[in-house]
């Protein structure tokens, strides 16, 4: 499982040094799936493909560069990491640092994209 997820993040390293943000993006799903998997909780990654479409489009808008692969990688191997060394506390921590990332955007996709983020 662990070499799953290393194969994903040198995939995903590729991607970034040739700026291909949506291949990054796919991989970052494969990566969360593989994750899940390896976990023994692959429903979880089911519950979180429902509303995926609305978190695809937030992250278009709040995440579209280069500086934000860069940072997923490196959340990506602390994971990888963690889980490496057998260590859950710490790879729960690595999950939380890396799905804080998600919060601070909301007020600027809310301004971008009011209706994204609006029940209609």
């Given at each position: ?6 194969e994903?993040l ?111």
């Open positions: 499982a662990i070499a799953a997820l290393r994903v040198v995939r995903q390293s590729e991607c970034a040094r040739e700026g291909d943000l949506a291949l990054f993006r796919r991989l970052g799903d494969e990566f969360h799936a593989a994750l899940a998997a390896a976990a023994g909780m692959p429903g979880v990654w089911a519950l979180v493909r429902q509303p995926k479409t609305h978190l695809d489009r937030y992250r278009a808008l709040v995440n579209p560069g280069p500086a934000r692969m860069t940072a997923a990688l490196g959340e990506h191997g602390d994971i990888i990491r963690a889980v490496e060394s057998r260590h859950p506390g710490r790879a729960a921590q690595a999950m939380r640092t890396h799905l804080r990332h998600v919060v601070p955007g909301l007020s600027v996709a809310l301004a971008l994209k009011p209706e994204y983020l609006t029940a209609r």
